[in-house]
């Protein structure tokens, strides 16, 4: 069985939780938590099995893979079936831009080492860094909400009638919006798409509130 470790509010290993369920892949999700006791993935033992102490990691059989947009990807080469990636290259490459925006202009500038380092060196008070943090998502959701609304392939879900890789970064990231409390009535076209991807099961089962290490 595929063995997933994971953090129940982490943006990257939720992306890869939404991918594993839109296939009907069967995972052990083992909890990294990354504030307690210093941050697990910090220790040893994680360290030997992701060289970047991050998450989320996929275990599978004795090859352990890092990075959330290529564990996806190889989940969509080995188990093809439910594709995430179109079958077109312009499609593909238009699904890999959307999901490119989220997992490299806006979710690097906010992840949990960035914010850590923002008050440790910085000094950054807790309404500096939500103003940070809600800055650069802000700046990040407008070139998405911006393509996905002039852009003809927008279907129902970011492309087409069918979740993609774009869905499942996009979804999270509204996610850590809500959570910092960003407004998204800038974003109708996020907004409906969130909707959307929230009906269907393997979205619901991916939400952090709904993973074994929620707090």
């Known amino acids: 069985m595929l063995k997933l470790y994971t953090y129940f509010r982490s943006s ?4 890869v939780r939404i991918g594993l369920n839109l296939k009907g892949l069967a995972y052990e999700a083992v909890p990294v938590h990354l504030v307690r006791g210093g941050g697990e993935h910090l220790t040893p033992a994680y ?3 992701n060289a970047g102490a991050m998450v989320p990691t996929l275990v ?11 564990i996806l990807e190889y989940l969509d080469e080995t188990h093809p079936a439910v594709p995430l990636l179109p079958a077109d290259p312009l499609g593909r490459a238009r699904v890999r831009s959307l999901a490119l925006t989220v997992a490299c202009e806006i979710h690097p500038l906010n992840n949990l080492r960035v914010l850590k380092y923002l008050v440790g060196q910085f000094d950054a008070s807790d309404e500096a860094k939500s103003a940070w943090y809600r800055h650069w998502i802000g700046e990040g959701m407008q070139i998405i909400e911006t393509r996905l609304a002039r852009e003809p392939q927008t279907g129902r879900y970011c492309h087409g009638e069918t979740p993609t890789l774009a869905d499942c970064c996009l ?22 798409i969130h909707a959307a991807c929230a009906e269907l099961p393997a979205f619901a089962a ?6 074994p290490d929620a707090e």
């Open 171 to 192: 979804i999270p990231q509204v996610f850590n919006a809500e959570r910092f409390q960003v407004d998204l009535a800038p974003y109708p076209t996020i907004r409906r």
């Open 60 to 70: 599978d059989g004795d090859a352990a893979l890092g990075q959330s947009l290529a």
């Open 12 to 15: 990257a290993a939720y992306r």
């Open 206 to 211: 991916a939400h952090p509130a709904r993973q």
């Open 47 to 49: 360290r030997a099995l």
